[in-house]
C-alpha cells in the first residue's frame, strides 16, 4: 500500500487528525504510512496537515521540507524520519531514504519494518553490508517479515556468500513453499553457479505459481539455453517479451542472451527496443554499438558511442570505443582528443589495464 491517497487515508483524521506525529513505515518494496498520535501542539499538527496535502497532490520534495520543518518541533520523532525516507525512497533518492531511516532506528530500535525500510534503502544504493545487518535486524524483531528474508538473501548473494543465500531463501520456501520470489532467486542463483538443473526445477515452480512474470521467463531462457534447448529458450524469450512488453529490463537480458548465441541482428533488435522504452540505458546503447562495428557500420557505431559520452560522460570505457570506432575512419585527431578524455577518466580510477589499452591505442595513431 504506497500510494498517496493510501498515505493520506492513514495519515488523515482531521477533525480530527488524531494529533501528532505520522509515518511510520512497513516497506515490501513500497512502505506503508501510519498515523500515530504524539504529544504535539497546534503548530505541529498544522505542519503535519500541510504535509499531508503536499503529498495527495504528489508534491513530495515539498512535503518532506514539511516534515523537516515539523522535526524541528519533534526532533526525535521516529515516525517522522521514517515517513521522510518513504517520500524520498517513492521518488528515487535511497540514499536520502537510508539517511533518514537510520535516524528513525536510532529513536525507536524496536520496530523492525525501519530496520526493512533500511535495509532495502541501503541494497539500492549498492551497500550490500550495511543492508545484511539491518534485513538481520529486521528478522529479528519479526521472524514473520519474509521479505526480508528475500532481501537478506539478495544482499547476501552479491556478496557471493552463496551457501547462506540458499539458507536464507530456504526459511522463506520452508515458511511459505509457495513463495515464488524464492524459487526465482534461487533458480538465478543456481543458473549462476551453473547448476542447470536445480535451476531449471526452481523457475519452473516459480512460473507455476507466478505464469505472467516475464523477468522469469527470461531466466527461464537462459537456463534453456545455457543447456542447450535452444527451441525452449526461444519459446520462453518471446513469452517474455510478450508478458513484459514494456519492460526496458527484459529486451536487455534478450538482447544480452542473444549476444552469447552470436545472434547479432536479434540482440541489435533486442536493444532497440529496450532503448525505445528508455533512452538513457547507457549499456543498451553501448551493446549496439558494438554489434555495429562487428558488422562494419562504424559511422553509425560512432554516433551510437556518442550517445554513450553523453548519457555516461564518466565512463572512460564509452570514450575508448568512440575513439575505436573513430580510429577505423582514419579520423585520428579526433581520436586522440577522445583517447585523452579516456585516459584521464581510467586514471581517477586507478583503472592500470584501461590505461594501458589507451596508451597502446595512441600509439597507434
Known sequence: MHKSSLFLATLLVWGGFQGGAPLAVQASEGVELIAQRSPTDAQLDTLLEQGNQFVEARNYPRAIQVYQQ???LDPQNARLYSGIG?????QGNFAQAAQAYRQAVIYDRQNGDFFYALGHSLAKIGDNAAAQIAYQQAIQLDRNNLEAYLGLG???WRQNDFVSAKRTYEQVLSADPRNFQAHELLGAMYLKQGQLD???????QAEQLNPRSGSIQVKLASAWLARGNVDLGRQALDKAA???????VIYMTIGKIQESFENWPEAYQAYQRAVSLDRNLVDAHRSMGDILMRQNDVLLAIATYRQVVQLAPQ???????LALALK???????ALSILERALQLYQVAGDREGIDRVKALMEEL
Open 198 to 204: 536445480q535451476s531449471i526445477q526452481h523457475l519452473r
Open 242 to 248: 510478450q508478458l513484459d512488453s514494456r519492460n526496458p
Open 154 to 156: 539478495v544482499v547476501q
Open 315 to 321: 565512463d572512460p570505457e564509452g570514450y575508448y570505443k
Open 86 to 90: 518513504y517520500l524520498q525512497a517513492i
Open 70 to 72: 515539523a522535526l524541528r
Open 328 to 334: 577505423e575512419r582514419d579520423r585520428k585527431q579526433e
